[in-house]
DNA sequence: AGTGAAAGGTATTGGGG
DNA sequence: CCCCAATACCTTTCACT
């Protein structure tokens, strides 16, 4: 699908605040509503919009701990790798999962409400599978960004 | 603020989708729409939820690329390290910035089109600024998981 | 705080260019 | 693909429990 600059505007209001009224998006944009309205059925259809979310304050809701955790695996085989993976990617905590090569495997991105519940999910993700070589634990001290936006241009 | 039952439900469901509507959202958690609508403005006023967006698949925009940074900064004289950091988080490539201790300060996770933006871009945050050690550069694979989801319970 | 109903505002769809 | 207009739906407020 080829985004024209309209669909790029709207692109990029969105993702700053979702809950902005069509007619207000078509004010800024110069189309109609209903113009607007079917522009971003379309985004949503093609995946192009993936979500529609609330982000919440972790801190505000007791959880304000950061981690990041550098992961060595043993064994590359393909099977190994998805079972790691999976594992990662199901535990809720865990709010991100990259597979980087270089010195390390995978790199998360933990949130936690204490050091206590950290030290528990590393037994189920780390120290109960037999794939893991080793891991890397960094706290965060400041969070001074974090956001998911995608420049559009 | 304490958030009681249905906070907390209202929470979960909206981090998934809020555009569910309140009605919906009320069916769900045994409250009317008023109520639910009371609820969501506080939890709004009080910064629990933080903002509300819709998430790009930066793929289909053209930005297929994510890449994280460990930073290593010469002075961490609070100003110097204010000005890094301010660097950073103004940079709209650098979607997070966390402040880490260890074997490096900064760890930056980055969209980028190309290398060659890249490329560009840590003239800018880190050949330019003469309070930069270092930096590796890790190319991610793949993103397995990622989203901003917090626990709430 | 919660509810239900009324009022006001938005989203969505269909006709026509 | 656009606009406009009608309808359906949703949010918001208010009086009351």
Not at 43 to 68: A, F, M, Q
Not at 72 to 79: F, H
Request: proline residues 2%; hydrophobic residues 40%; aromatic residues 6%.
């Amino acid at each position: 699908m080829e985004l024209d600059s309209y669909d790029k505007k709207i692109l990029k209001l969105l993702q700053q605040n979702n809950k902005i009224s069509q007619r207000t998006l078509a004010e800024n944009v110069n189309l109609s509503a209903s113009a607007v309205n079917r522009r971003i059925a379309s985004l949503e259809e093609h995946g192009i919009i993936k979500e529609n979310v609330s982000i919440i304050n972790p801190t505000k809701v007791g959880r304000p701990i950061t981690i990041i955790v550098e992961v060595k695996i043993e064994n590359e085989r393909l099977d190994l790798l998805e079972n790691d993976k999976k594992r990662f990617v199901n535990c809720p905590q865990v709010q991100q999962v990259y597979y980087v090569t270089g010195d390390f495997d995978f790199l998360l991105v933990l949130n936690v409400c204490d050091m206590e519940e950290y030290e528990q999910l590393t037994r189920e993700l780390f120290f109960k599978a037999d794939n893991i070589k080793g891991f890397k634990t960094i706290v965060v001290m400041q969070n001074a960004k974090q956001n998911l936006h995608v420049i559009v241009d």
